[in-house]
Every structure is written in structure tokens, then in C-alpha cells.
């Protein structure tokens, strides 16, 4: 079966530090891979998709970018994290076929000071 | 731009009450999707519509995909605590790339007991 892991689960940090958060997919192939940011537990915002290694597509200009060095392997950082940037961060997946279901990870709290 | 609208925001009854939560949006979609979040997790798919005019039950839980594939509804009978999350819709656009979901901003139900 296929598994999603994301960690860490929390983290603070102070403005202008770096960030990375990590995404692992097991249990399957070529996934499409997302970085959705939730901001006082309601919506999703899109923030990054990747359909392939390499292949990265954002969907809001911000101060984070996206890497998918392996195929199961997806990687949210920043060079200097901003106030704003604090939110619940979930990393997810799907087959990229029929309605394209997405499964989530158990998501990243970012508190930024 | 919003492309999926759910009301209502905010909903809070007693164990036993029947409620319905919508979702709607003037765009045509390919397919729709609803998910549940709890607290500091990720969302987990509840079900998937494809047939415009589709109904489809999860035991209390019935779900309906408007005829013109433009909306959705959630009616929940016989509410328990347990129901108690966030009800989110999300979905793929037609006509385009399904890659991407639009997610509703949630309906944030609280079941008394």
C-alpha cells in the first residue's frame, strides 16, 4: 500500500532563517506530487505541483520554492522566511489518472517569529 | 478568484440534528471531490462524484453532484460528535489539465453531544 510521509510535524523559527520541508511517497511510481498551504484551518492554496523528477510548477509567486530530486521525494524550502509565512503546510499525492484523488500528509505547522 | 464557494462557513448542532453543507461555483468540473479534516491533520477523501446528477452514500453521509456538474452537497443525518471536522470540496476543473484541484475554503462543523 502507499504510504505519504511529511515532517517535521512542527517547527518555529525566527524571520530570515532558512526552511526545508520534507515529503516521501512510498508504494508507487512517477506520482504527481503538491505542497497546499492552509492558513487558520480552512482552504487550501495550491503552492507547488510537480507531475515529474525535476519538474516543478508554482502557482503563486512567494517567498518559497520546490524541488523533486527523487520521483518520491518532494522538498518545500526557503532561503528567508517572512511573518507571513506561518501556516499548515501538507505535502500530497496522486496517481495523476481518472479524478485525480489527492492523499495527504499529516502536514507541517511553520511558526515564524 | 474563488472559483468553489461552500456555505456554511460555520455550523454547530446537536447530536442527532440532520444538516447539509453545499458547495458551488459557476464553472463546470470534471469531477468533485469531499474531504474531512480534523484538527492538526491532513484531509482525507470521503468520496468522489463524476455523473452530473450522481448520488452517492457513505453510510450517514450522502452526497449529491449537481446535473451540470457545477455544484455539490453533503447531507449529513443523524449528526454524532464523531462528524465533527472540516468538510472540504474540491474540485477538477474540464477541459484543462486535471493536475490541479480547487479547494473550497471548508464548512467547520461541530457536532454537540
Known amino acids: 500500500s502507499q504510504t505519504i510521509h511529511q515532517w517535521p510535524a512542527t517547527l518555529v523559527q525566527p524571520v530570515g532563517s532558512p526552511l526545508s520541508l520534507e515529503c516521501t511517497v512510498e508504494g508507487t511510481s512517477n506520482p504527481n506530487l503538491y505542497w497546499y498551504r492552509q492558513a487558520a484551518g480552512r482552504g487550501l492554496q495550491l503552492l507547488f505541483y510537480?507531475?515529474?523528477?525535476?519538474?516543478i510548477s508554482s502557482e503563486v509567486p512567494q517567498n518559497l520554492s520546490a524541488s523533486r530530486p527523487q520521483d518520491r521525494q518532494f522538498i518545500l524550502s526557503s532561503k528567508k522566511l517572512l511573518l507571513s509565512d506561518s501556516g499548515f503546510y501538507l505535502c500530497?499525492?496522486?496517481?495523476?489518472?481518472?479524478?485525480?484523488?489527492?492523499?495527504f500528509g499529516a502536514g507541517s505547522r511553520l511558526t515564524v517569529l | 478568484t474563488q472559483l468553489l464557494e461552500q456555505s456554511p462557513q460555520f455550523l454547530s448542532i446537536q447530536e442527532g440534528e440532520n444538516l447539509t453543507v453545499y458547495c458551488n461555483s459557476s464553472?463546470?468540473?470534471?469531477?468533485l471531490q469531499w474531504y474531512r479534516q480534523e484538527p492538526g491533520e491532513g484531509p482525507v477523501l470521503l468520496v468522489t462524484v463524476v455523473t452530473g446528477g450522481e448520488v452517492k452514500k457513505l453510510k450517514r453521509l450522502t452526497f449529491q453532484f449537481g446535473d451540470a456538474r457545477k455544484d455539490s452537497s453533503l447531507h449529513i443525518t443523524a449528526a454524532q460528535p464523531g462528524d465533527t471536522g472540516l468538510y472540504l470540496c474540491a474540485g477538477g476543473l474540464s477541459g484543462g489539465s486535471n493536475y490541479k484541484l480547487t479547494f473550497g475554503k471548508g464548512t467547520l462543523l461541530t457536532v454537540n453531544p
Open positions: 510537480s507531475v515529474g523528477i525535476g519538474q
Open positions: 500530497a499525492w496522486s496517481s495523476g489518472s481518472g479524478a485525480n484523488v489527492l492523499t
Open positions: 464553472s463546470v468540473f470534471s469531477s
